[in-house]
């Protein structure tokens, strides 16, 4: 029987400065476009600007908690935590679910509210500055989804993806606002909530999405089958291994944990069987970066 040791030590410190960095640099934007959009919706009299911009000041919390939580979670294992504290980041994922489904309900109760009111004439009509507002909003804030993702999906961060997903969220509340603004110019200032509506179904989709995929990796869930699939033709491929008796996986964090018995000719030494099973346990770990952890037994046949 073998088993791993904490291999993660070495990478973390690229994790989680990869991940500050880029909250760091969506923070900046964020509060640049955020006083933009304020001081545009102020100046153009324009009440769906002034929401969006608070939208965006929403997102300098949510990247606040992902460098929280990332950091945390970027910690060595101790004496109280002797697994690591991986699942931290899906507490931050959570808890930016949890904002982004909030911001999303209070879109929809808002636009419900206007359209229900019937009192479209009262309105103010925006000037074109909070036009321009919206459109520069909606191209820098779809670019920082892209950016925010790309880092989210190499080094495979459910909060740091849920941030992007946050920003997706300010860029469809900006095209919303794009459209009311354009549609109370034209004399259509229903449209404003009528895109508000839809953009609040999109938004509580993503935070659902989120947040399943954290409770999944809370709860100790199996690997997909293809993964696991992969694990036991790694396994079959080691020499004096004769096949699978058991095997189990479970997500924790971003990482995986693993537990195999193999079964070996029960003529073999204890030396030579422990000679196998570390040879499955060192392919395993060299062929899957994500695998933390494998416990190896071995029966006889």
Not at 134 to 152: C, G, P, Q
Not at 168 to 181: C, H, M, T, W, Y
Not at 243 to 272: H, P, Q, S, W
Not at 280 to 288: A, L, N, P, Y
Request: proline share 2%; with cysteine; net charge negative.
């Amino acid at each position: 029987m073998t088993q791993s040791t904490d291999k993660t030590k070495k990478s973390e410190p690229t994790y989680e400065q990869t991940a500050t960095h880029v909250a760091i640099v969506t923070i900046i934007w964020n509060l640049i476009l955020s006083v933009g959009k304020l001081l545009a919706g102020i100046f153009a009299h324009s009440g769906a600007m002034i929401s969006d911009a608070v939208h965006s000041a929403s997102d300098v919390f949510s990247s606040i908690i992902v460098i929280i939580g990332i950091q945390i979670a970027s910690r060595d294992s101790d004496k109280e935590h002797p697994y690591g504290h991986e699942r931290m980041e899906c507490v931050a994922a959570i808890i930016l679910a949890t904002v982004l489904c909030i911001t999303g309900f209070g879109i929809g109760i808002n636009a419900c509210k206007n359209i229900f009111s019937g009192d479209y004439a009262s309105l103010a009509i925006p000037g074109v500055l909070a036009l321009i507002a919206a459109l520069v909003s909606i191209i820098v804030k779809e670019a920082m989804f892209w950016y925010t993702r790309h880092y989210a999906k190499k080094i495979d961060s459910g909060a740091l993806m849920a941030d992007a997903w946050h920003h997706r969220s300010d860029a469809l509340s900006s095209v919303g606002a794009l459209i009311g603004i354009g549609g109370a110019r034209l004399g259509f200032p229903i449209l404003d909530s009528v895109a508000s509506l839809v953009i609040c179904v999109f938004i509580v989709k993503a935070a659902y999405d989120i947040f399943m995929d954290a409770i999944d990796k809370m709860v100790d869930k199996a690997c997909d089958e293809n993964t696991q699939q992969q694990l036991r033709d790694c396994a079959l491929a080691v020499s004096g291994v004769e096949g699978i008796d058991l095997l189990m996986t479970r997500v924790f964090g971003n990482k995986i944990y693993v537990d195999i018995e193999i079964c070996a000719n029960g003529d073999k030494t204890l030396r030579e069987a422990h000679d196998i099973a570390e040879e499955v346990h060192d392919s395993i770990e060299k062929t899957f970066p994500k695998v933390k952890h494998i416990m190896v037994h071995v029966n006889p046949v």
